[in-house]
């Protein structure tokens, strides 16, 4: 994990409706080896840290996680009852240094592997699904799940790292002839 030597990283998972993007991302949690990309990455993320964290040095995991659906930012870990009142959702904002950021988005402190997987499954939850001809529970949005980690030595301030890990779920690319998607589907697809 280079991210513990303060590189930010991006996995991406594109395709076609139906190709195995989401399940790529997220698996399944039994049996292991079923898990997906994002599980993993956390559970080596808590590995890592458990033999890293000695004497003075200790670490910060945070995450946000959010889709972006028909050109619309909602934050999936404290997600609106009704979509329609937020009217234009979230907004991108750049900061001089921390960078682009999603403005009031959510992050929240996890101390384990367990409790991201906690949050990312609670944030699939509040995904914009739809059915297709290719795919019974097709996701129509983009999401993101960011992981921020921060190292620090609390004695050798020179050595404090923080990078940002995204794990990138992209709504499925398709022909709209194939998908058999019309009214609202079609338009999410498009």
Known sequence: LKTFEGYNGTIFAYGQTGSGKSWSMAGAPDPPELRGI?????????EKIAEEQVGTKRFLVMCSYFEIYNE???????P????????????????????????????????????????LDN???NRAVSSTMMNSVSSRSH????????QKDDEDSTKSVFAKLNLVDLAGSERQKGTGATGQTLKEGA
Do not use: C, W
């Open 72 to 78: 619309i930012i909602f934050d999936l870990l404290n």
């Open 123 to 125: 944030g699939m939850k």
């Open 80 to 119: 609106v009852a009704d979509r329609a009142k937020l009217g234009g959702g979230l907004q991108i904002k750049e900061h001089p240094v921390m960078g682009i950021y999603v403005k009031d988005l959510t992050e929240i402190v996890a101390e384990s592997a367990k409790k991201l997987e906690d949050l």
């Open 38 to 46: 994002t599980p993993r990455m956390n559970e080596a993320l808590f």
């Open 143 to 150: 999401s993101i799940f960011t992981i921020k980690v921060h």
